[in-house]
């Protein structure tokens, strides 16, 4: 069974950095991609970042050059390395897990960003 556990979220001053984890287990390690979504208050959930299984990485725009998704030397760990955050980067964060049309979700990490 896939398991997801976000932590790291908090409280943040705009230009501030905080640093998002994702734990996995139960997943295959072989074509699938993690992915970071948030969704704010009244919007949709939207795509942050992503990696595939071979490594590839893609952003947002709103983000790009400021987050970095990567994994740990145990592929059980994706982390969202946010800088500069900005008050509109304040959302719920989600770590998702999809293989082969299979989505899974952690249950959410409160980012907010705020002086």
């Known amino acids: 069974q896939v398991q997801l556990v976000e932590s790291g979220g908090g409280l943040v001053q705009p230009g501030g950095s905080l640093r998002l984890s994702c734990a996995a287990s139960g997943i295959i390690f072989n074509d699938y991609t993690m992915g970071w979504y948030r969704q704010a208050q009244g919007k949709q959930r939207e795509l942050v970042a992503s990696?595939?299984?071979?490594?590839?990485?893609a952003y947002a725009g709103s983000v790009k050059g400021r987050f970095t998704i990567s994994r740990g030397s145990a592929k059980s760990l994706v982390y969202l390395q946010m800088n500069s955050l900005k008050p509109e980067d304040t959302a719920v964060y989600y770590c998702n897990y999809n293989r082969r049309g299979l989505q899974y979700w952690g249950q959410g990490t409160q980012v907010t960003v705020s002086s």
């Open positions: 990696i595939l299984s071979g490594g590839s990485t």
